[in-house]
């Protein structure tokens, strides 16, 4: 447990440090340097070749952390099994690249007239696509071997350092900007590179071919099993990536830019909750073992409040300063301003019932939850064509918020339903309509003093409306000790 505890503290403060570093990139560098269209190039890359590596893994990466146990023996190789899912792996890329180059035709017509220079640099997608597979993989591996820190490192602080410096480069005028895209896809090489390379030096590279008789007895589990995870991946990744390539689509490339930079500044919500749900999983699985569904309850509207308290929180640090933040930004960006209100209501709609994938994932139902995945994503391409013509980026943001709440309350209904287990509590009610006072009385403040002057007021007076009132009602007990506990250990 103490290794849990540390390197989910580690993994915390690293992703924070990270997405510092990742918002002057994407809010203040990427917006005033390069055009809006060479800004959704850029985020759009990102975004395929996770779609692409999802294809191409077949499933590998998920057969790693769950039947890597099984294999664990470094004396014999691991039997075989990081060979065998390498190579499926590989074989998938292959065959995905094939679909690729097959679907090239497609892409342009759908692509040409409204976003051409994606067309112009698709073909970085193949690099792209192959090194977040391989990082991706290694990752898993490494986690299984109880290697936290160094993926974390090489994925949160290397590349976006790196992308700072090649962002950098492009902005005092010594690269072009077709050098700073062949970079720019080079420095996402990198950190796939250096997990092959930590793991040869650990001596955790065992690579070597071997049919074992236990690779024989649990291969075809592990295909099956792959197989599924591949849809079930494969619909998620869609599911939040199909409201910015319609925008492309059917916008332009520009409103691409302005609307994933919105996506980047509403993920910075999601730490809190992603280093949750890393520790949850486990736990979780071990409640239903037990069948422990008191504690599974209690875990599960701990969570919520939890994720609930802290997501708005940052929300709200974020909306009130909005304005400051935009004159850092190219004037253009000021049209993502609701686009970042819907964006940031229902992702902290999705992190305040977040713990619903993982306890329908580890139960006897999981399957349905490809089902729930499956049907928003048709929700999703539906609502995104419906909107976007008539609302433009704003459109595919409100696309986006009803699609991730009404994916919620479906699984959220199931799981009552067969498990009589429900996160919210009435005195939740609170954080909602907290926010919506908030909101509301921002429209009517004007700029307090000196802009550092005004964003520390207007972030102060923020908090003090929204915590107090929490802190009275006790909406979150688990976060009022831990907050005592720090003044305690301050003071």
């Not at 300063?321 to 850092?328: P, Q, S, Y």
Request: charged share 10%; with cysteine; net charge positive.
């Amino acid at each position: 447990m103490g290794i849990v505890q540390r390197d989910s503290f580690r993994v915390t403060l690293i992703a924070y440090a990270g997405a510092a570093i990742g918002f002057l990139n994407k809010v203040f560098l990427f917006t005033n340097f390069l055009e809006t269209e060479q800004v959704g190039l850029a985020n759009l890359l990102i975004t395929i070749s996770l779609i692409y590596a999802q294809l191409a893994a077949l499933g590998s990466r998920n057969i790693i952390t769950r039947f890597f146990p099984f294999f664990n023996d470094a004396g014999r190789q691991h039997h075989g099994f990081l060979f065998a899912t390498l190579s499926l792996g590989m074989a998938g890329f292959v065959l995905a690249s094939l679909l690729f180059v097959i679907l090239r035709q497609p892409f342009v017509l759908l692509y040409q007239d409204s976003s051409p220079l994606l067309v112009d640099y698709a073909y970085y997608l193949i690099p792209l696509a192959l090194a977040t597979l391989y990082f991706n993989l290694f990752e898993s591996y490494l986690r299984s071997v109880f290697k936290n820190t160094i993926p974390t490192l090489a994925h949160e602080i290397l590349l976006r350092i790196l992308i700072t410096v090649a962002i950098s480069l492009y902005a005092f005028q010594l690269i072009s900007f077709p050098a700073f895209v062949a970079l720019y896809v080079t420095v996402h090489c990198v950190p796939a590179l250096g997990l092959i390379l930590y793991a040869a030096w650990k001596g955790l590279l065992l690579v070597r071919p071997r049919w074992s008789p236990l690779l024989r007895r649990l291969g075809r589990i592990m295909l099956v099993y792959g197989l599924y995870s591949l849809l079930n991946n494969l619909g998620t990744f869609l599911l939040v990536s199909i409201d910015s390539l319609m925008v492309a689509g059917l916008i332009d490339l520009g409103a691409a830019g302005i609307y994933t930079t919105m996506i980047f500044m509403t993920s910075v919500m999601l730490i809190p909750y992603r280093s949750m749900v890393k520790v949850a999983g486990p736990l979780i699985a071990g409640f239903w073992k037990r069948r422990s569904m008191k504690e599974l309850q209690g875990v599960y509207r701990k969570a919520t409040a939890s994720n609930l308290v802290v997501g708005a929180a940052i929300f709200l640090l974020i909306w009130v300063n909005l304005d400051a933040i935009f004159r850092f930004m190219a004037p253009e960006y000021a049209a993502g301003r609701y686009v970042f209100l819907m964006l940031g209501v229902g992702k902290l709609f999705d992190m305040s019932a977040g713990l619903n994938a993982t306890i329908l994932g580890t139960s006897r139902k999981f399957r349905y939850d490809l089902l729930f995945t499956l049907a928003m994503v048709a929700f999703a391409l539906l609502t995104n064509r419906m909107l976007i013509p008539i609302w433009g980026i704003n459109g595919a943001a409100l696309a986006s918020m009803l699609t991730l709440i009404l994916f919620n309350l479906l699984r959220m209904g199931f799981i009552y339903y067969h498990f009589r287990l429900q996160p919210f509590m009435p005195r939740h009610l609170a954080v909602p309509l907290l926010m919506v006072a908030i909101i509301l009385l921002s429209y009517q403040t004007g700029q307090m003093g000196h802009l550092l002057v005004d964003v520390a007021l207007r972030s102060a007076l923020a908090m003090a409306i929204f915590l107090v009132p929490l802190w009275w009602l006790n909406v979150s007990p688990e976060l009022k000790g831990w907050a005592k506990e720090m003044v305690k250990g301050r003071f």
